[in-house]
């Protein structure tokens, strides 16, 4: 009954370490792909728009707080490193004119951008890494005519540029599992001109395509 007893202890045990293994091991090398999203602001500030039938102007000031998404890939080569590349939409960022005045077109910027960045990692443990991010983005802009005042019209043009931009990000992630990691993070697209950076506080989720280990060895499936 004893040698019974203790076997049975033994086995249980064996299956709880097992288990704890196939929690506790950490996101592997390997591709991934995710969403993030959250609260966006810029710093804009104060821009003149052109009045509707008049060769005036009036001071406008943008809404500082959007709701920013994103879609991401990457690759990680090991614990330390990652390259990855996303797409970030933002709405539209309307300019409010003082008094109600009315403009003479649009007073509304339109942010889209892909980014390219570089994210080092410094693992805590088997469940939690702190990241940052550095790279470039690809900006396309574009700014509603009244932004722009040609008081020699009756209004501006709407204008289109596109730029690279510096991107940032400081961050921290938890390994839900080996393949489901959830991570909050800090974003910054420089971006210069009238709106000069957009920041969003995102939270994120991701799925790693990586070889999946049951204690020390690769799991079948």
């Known amino acids: 009954m004893r040698k019974r007893t203790i076997k049975k202890f033994l086995l249980g045990t064996t299956i709880i370490t097992n ?5 506790a091991y950490a996101v592997g090398p390997g591709m991934y792909m995710g969403l993030m999203f959250g609260p966006a ?49 933002i709405p539209s960022i309307n300019f409010t004119a003082k008094n109600d005045v009315e403009t003479c077109g649009s007073t509304s910027m339109r942010v889209r951008d892909i980014e390219f960045l570089g994210k080092g990692i410094i693992p805590f443990g088997n ?5 940052g991010k550095a790279g470039v983005a690809y900006v396309y802009q574009s700014t509603g005519g009244a932004l722009n005042p040609d008081l020699s019209e009756d209004c501006g043009k709407t204008k289109y540029t ?17 393949s489901w990691v959830a991570d909050v993070s800090v974003n910054r697209i420089m971006v210069g001109g009238i709106l000069k950076n957009i920041t969003t506080l995102a ?9 999946r280990y049951c204690g020390q060895f690769l799991c079948d499936d």
């Not at 288990?19 to 929690?23: G, H, M, R, T, V």
């Not at 469940?127 to 990241?131: I, L, P, S, T």
């Open 41 to 89: 602001t810029n710093d804009g500030s104060e821009q003149s728009a052109q009045v509707l039938n008049s060769p005036t102007t009036v001071q406008v000031t943008p809404k500082s707080n959007q709701f920013a998404s994103r879609v991401f890939a990457g690759y990680q080569m090991n614990k330390y490193v990652a390259v990855e590349t996303g797409i970030t939409y």
């Open 162 to 178: 596109s730029k690279f931009a510096p991107a940032i990000s400081i961050g921290a992630s938890y390994n839900l599992s080996q």
């Open 19 to 23: 288990l704890c293994a196939i929690n």
């Open 127 to 131: 469940y939690f890494d702190v990241f």
């Open 203 to 211: 939270i994120g989720i991701s799925y790693h395509i990586v070889d």
